[in-house]
């Protein structure tokens, strides 16, 4: 089994912050490339960062210089710090991992930012 758990999402104004916590656990016996992935109203689920098992990271246009992903491998969490906070951003959040080829989801967390 394999489980992952977002948190951090809530109701914030646009210019403020908020940082999006996802726990991996589970039978996981490797470190997996990890994202965060975002579905608006009437929209598709996009990628929005990765982080690659070498820390490397891939954003969104629309996100760069405004989001940060990190990830805690002793833990098995990945990060979102989000910035900048714009109405557009509003979406429920999704973490993601990439194990053996299979994408594993959380169950989403909502972020609603308010202009």
């Known amino acids: 089994q394999v489980h992952l758990v977002e948190s951090g999402g809530g109701l914030v104004q646009a210019g403020g912050s908020l940082r999006l916590s996802c726990a991996a656990s589970?039978?996981?016996?490797?470190?997996?490339?990890m994202g965060w992935y975002r579905q608006g109203p009437g929209k598709q689920r996009e990628l929005v960062a990765r982080?690659?098992?070498?820390?490397?990271?891939n954003y969104a246009d629309s996100v760069k210089g405004r989001f940060t992903i990190s990830r805690d491998n002793a833990k098995n969490t990945v990060y979102l710090q989000m910035n900048s906070l714009k109405p557009e951003d509003t979406a429920v959040y999704y973490c993601?991992?990439?194990?053996?080829?299979?994408?594993?989801w959380g169950q989403g967390t909502q972020v609603t930012v308010s202009s």
């Open positions: 589970g039978s996981i016996f490797s470190i997996n490339p």
């Open positions: 993601n991992m990439n194990m053996g080829g299979y994408m594993y």
């Open positions: 982080i690659t098992t070498g820390a490397s990271t």
